[in-house]
């Protein structure tokens, strides 16, 4: 099945810096890949997706990209507010039988005021 | 347009009851999936399941654990005998048919506590 690493686990950043969060997956036949934010004590909320036969996409301060070669997206966040502060994490999907979305460990991101 | 409904929202069961978690996937959406977080960690992939169909159940324990979504209703996952390492925030996520590539959206979860 699909394996989803996600670097790093904190992220401390400054109000007003970027923050960029990491992850590669295994399976080369994965298509979808979605970034949840999850506050504490609630459910993830999805913020952005990216298919495969896209290598870039950008919502307003939050962007993600995506190296099919390399096998890794990354998920970057532009002038950082409190409340970004949250965890993070990816996810990749495969194709064929296997249809669930396999997550990252996550990333606690802590915006300094 | 409803979300995922998912009930109870939190649930206390004392060691060797039965837990059961319902789940009402958005309008449209015909596929089911439940994850499990344990206190600070990850989300980790329980099963996946059409209207009478077990597509996935790779990631549901060998014992006391079992999934089902009816034709009629919501999808149920019941927990038998629970023990105190089942306490943790059970997810509901639904999608449309679950071909390349589809929406997933989350429910609010279900907090279990076993005490």
């Known amino acids: 099945g699909e394996n989803v690493e996600q670097h790093p686990s904190t992220l401390s950043v400054q109000e007003g810096d970027s923050a960029v969060i990491k992850c590669t997956y295994s399976?080369?036949?994965?298509?979808?890949f979605p970034w949840y934010k999850q506050e504490l004590g609630k459910r993830p909320q999805l913020i952005i997706d990216?298919?495969?036969?896209?290598g870039e996409k950008k919502d307003q301060r939050i962007a993600v990209t995506l190296n099919k070669t390399a096998k890794h997206f990354s998920l970057h966040i532009t002038e950082t507010q409190p409340e970004d502060s949250a965890v993070y994490f990816c996810?990749?999907?495969?194709?064929?039988?296997?249809?669930?979305?396999?997550f990252g460990a996550g990333t606690t991101v802590t915006v300094r005021a | 347009n409803a979300g995922v409904m998912q009930n109870p929202r939190h649930l206390v069961r004392r060691r060797g009851q039965e837990a059961r978690l319902r789940c009402s996937p958005m309008?449209?959406?015909?596929?089911v999936y439940w994850y499990r977080q344990l206190p600070e960690e990850g989300l980790k992939f329980m099963v996946y399941?059409?209207?009478?169909?077990?597509?996935?159940e790779s990631g549901m324990p060998k014992e006391r654990f079992s999934a089902e979504f009816p034709k009629e209703g919501p999808s149920i996952l019941r927990i038998q005998q629970v023990v105190r390492g089942d306490s943790a925030a059970y997810f509901c996520?639904?999608?449309?048919?679950?071909?390349?590539?589809?929406?997933?959206?989350f429910g609010e979860g279900s907090w279990l506590t076993v005490v």
């Open positions: 996520a639904s999608s449309q048919a679950g071909s390349d590539g589809n929406t997933i959206y």
């Open positions: 399976d080369s036949a994965s298509n979808y």
């Open positions: 990216i298919r495969s036969n896209v």
């Open positions: 996810a990749a999907k495969g194709i064929g039988g296997d249809y669930k979305l396999s």
């Open positions: 309008k449209g959406h015909s596929h």
């Open positions: 399941l059409q209207k009478e169909n077990i597509i996935d």
